[in-house]
């Protein structure tokens, strides 16, 4: 990670992250997206949404910079048993629902 990530995830975590889940559904989560085709393996982040995956993946409730809203926190794809509220800020944003 270069340093502009390391600064990026420094103050994602202070500015972004406003409640976190339990350790159990982190690690599932996580483990979503070691296996998932859109990460980002040098920078440990999220082709889709962008975000740090240690960050999106224990976190409830997020602020969301690039829409200027908060969040519950969800796979943008719906990849952790989540469709439904991916689909929910997909419609928001105009966008096709995953299937």
């Known amino acids: 990670m270069g340093i502009g990530d390391k600064i990026l995830h420094l103050l994602a975590e202070k ?3 406003k409640s976190n ?3 159990a559904v982190a690690k599932q989560r ?3 997206c070691f296996k998932c085709e859109n990460r980002d ?3 440990e982040k ?3 949404c962008g975000c740090f995956l240690d960050l999106k993946t224990t976190t409830e409730i997020n602020w ?3 829409k200027n809203r ?3 926190t969800h796979c943008p794809l719906g990849k952790w048993n989540d469709i439904e509220i991916a689909n929910e800020y997909r419609k928001i944003d105009g966008l096709v629902p995953v299937i």
């Open 21 to 23: 889940v339990s350790d």
């Open 70 to 72: 908060q969040e519950v």
């Open 30 to 32: 996580m483990s979503v």
């Open 64 to 66: 969301n910079v690039k």
């Open 41 to 43: 393996l040098e920078n």
């Open 46 to 48: 999220c082709k889709v």
């Open 15 to 17: 500015i972004i992250v």
